[in-house]
């Protein structure tokens, strides 16, 4: 039990990979507290994790209503030793078919919420607290289609070293997990049969080492690592996990 007497908030906590580090840090004696938009996922994810845990809806991209719900949040469970910033959406459109509302849809999401959510947090965190943030590969690979969400996950990187100095004084540590391509509900229809999943694993496979889609714990484990004193002394890094997508040539 590696989080005991511990409380954690997680933003997207309802799906993904947001879901799978609420179980595990339940699981590891965490009291633990979930944000999404989705109040059927919500509902769901509260009966799932059990008693330990609590589902308050919240859109990351209005402040107020993020503030609210850390507030609500920690007041039933104390203040955060743990902020995970991972609700995110996906962001694939050309250069020319992308509009300037879908562009900033995404930078509103994935870079605008997740500095306003680390704000927000701010009098609810305890010193020596440990935030990390939810980046991507995509922030330094070239993958076509993602101006909008590459900018904003490398715009998570600098944002995490330059919070990481200013929350220092206080012992509070700032990281990123930047995870490859993980199996979970943001690739839509790409993994939606078991057909489209094979064809997508192939073609992941192909520009991976390690040759396979991730999953949604190894990034948990990562999160976990991260977030406990184990970490104690990682300050302002980014750990990709990624099966060697960005340190292949
Ligand atoms: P999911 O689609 O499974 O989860 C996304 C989560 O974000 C959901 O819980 C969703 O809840 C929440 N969310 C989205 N927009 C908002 C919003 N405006 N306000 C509050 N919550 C929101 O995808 P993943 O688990 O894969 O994604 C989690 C993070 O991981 C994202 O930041 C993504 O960019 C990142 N990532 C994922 C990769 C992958 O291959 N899966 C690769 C690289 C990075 P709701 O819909 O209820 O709002």
């Known amino acids: 039990m590696r989080l005991t007497n511990k409380t954690a908030l997680i933003t997207g906590g309802n799906s993904g990979i947001g879901l799978a580090t609420a179980k595990l840090f339940v699981a590891e004696g965490a009291k633990v507290?979930?944000?999404?938009?989705?109040?059927?996922?919500?509902?769901?994810?509260?009966?799932?994790?059990?008693?330990?845990?609590?589902?308050?809806?919240?859109?990351?991209?209005d402040i107020a209503a993020t503030e609210a719900a850390i507030k609500k949040g920690t007041d039933k469970f104390g203040k955060l030793d743990i902020l995970f910033v991972n609700a995110g959406i996906p962001g694939g459109t050309p250069l020319g078919s992308t509009t300037r509302e879908m562009f900033e849809k995404v930078i509103s999401t994935n870079l605008t919420g997740v500095f306003f959510t680390v704000q927000?947090?701010?009098?609810?965190?305890?010193?020596?607290?440990?935030?990390?943030?939810?980046?991507?590969?995509?922030?330094?690979?070239?993958?076509?289609?993602?101006?909008?969400?590459?900018?904003?996950?490398?715009?998570?990187?600098?944002?995490?070293?330059?919070?990481?100095?200013?929350?220092?004084?206080?012992?509070?540590?700032?990281n990123v997990?930047?995870?490859?391509?993980?199996?979970?509900?943001?690739?839509?229809?790409?993994?939606?049969?078991?057909?489209?999943?094979?064809?997508?694993?192939?073609r992941i496979g192909l520009a991976t080492p390690l040759g396979r889609i991730g999953e949604p714990d190894h990034i948990s484990k990562t999160v976990l690592f991260l977030a406990s004193d184990d970490a104690g002394h990682i300050q302002g890094q980014e750990i990709f996990v990624d099966g060697g997508a960005v340190a292949s040539p």
Not at 177 to 191: D, E, K, L, Q
């Open 33 to 61: 507290i979930i944000t999404g938009r989705n109040k059927e996922t919500l509902e769901a994810a509260a009966r799932e994790l059990g008693p330990n845990a609590i589902a308050l809806a919240a859109d990351a991209t």
């Open 120 to 174: 927000s947090a701010l009098p609810y965190l305890n010193d020596n607290a440990s935030i990390i943030l939810n980046g991507s590969v995509i922030s330094v690979l070239g993958n076509p289609g993602y101006s909008a969400y590459g900018a904003a996950k490398a715009g998570v990187r600098a944002m995490a070293r330059i919070m990481a100095s200013e929350l220092s004084p206080r012992g509070i540590r700032v």
């Open 177 to 202: 997990v930047a995870p490859g391509a993980i199996r979970t509900p943001i690739w839509g229809a790409a993994i939606a049969t078991p057909d489209a999943e094979k064809a997508f694993e192939k």
